[in-house]
C-alpha cells in the first residue's frame, strides 16, 4: 500500500515537472517499418477512376522500382513522385497534370500552403516513406473526387 502511494506519488511529480516540455505528435507510419517485399505482392485492386488508378500505379512503381530524390529517374532506375507519374501515365498528359494537381493538393492539406510544387516536397525527404504515403493518399482523394 505504501508503495502505491510512493508510485501515484512519483507519476504525479513526473506529469507536473515534464508538463512543460513542449511534444510534436509522432506519426506511426514514421516509426513503425515492416520489411518491404512488394515485388512478391501483386499490385491492389485499381481504383475505378483513371486518375485514382494512375496514383495507384505510381505509387506501387515506387514501392517496386524504388524512389529517388534530385532526378526524375535515377541511374538505379527509381522514380521520384513526378518520375513515377510520368511513367504510369503513359504520354497522356493530362491525365498526368490532374495526377500531380490531386497530389499536390493532398500534400498541401497535410503539410500546409507553403509548399511549392511535388518535386520540391519529394526532394525535401531523406527516404520515399512520406512521399510514398502522400501517393498513396492523394490516391484515396481522387477516388473520393471521382477523378
Known sequence: MEMTARLDEAAVA???NTAHIPIEPVDLADVVTVPLTPTLQPPP????????????????????GGWCSGA?????????????????????????????????????????EHVDSVPSFNDAHGSGRVPMR????AAGLADARGL
Open 14 to 16: 513526473y506529469e507536473v
Open 45 to 64: 485492386e485499381p481504383y475505378p477512376t483513371p486518375v485514382a488508378a494512375l496514383l495507384q500505379r505510381a505509387h506501387h512503381r515506387l514501392l517496386t
Open 72 to 112: 526524375l529517374v535515377d541511374e538505379d532506375g527509381a522514380r521520384c513522385l513526378l518520375g513515377a507519374i510520368h511513367a504510369e501515365a503513359g504520354g497522356d498528359s493530362g491525365l498526368e497534370a490532374d495526377a500531380t494537381s490531386v497530389l499536390l493538393d493532398a500534400i498541401r492539406r497535410r503539410f500546409g
Open 134 to 137: 502522400m501517393l498513396d493518399q
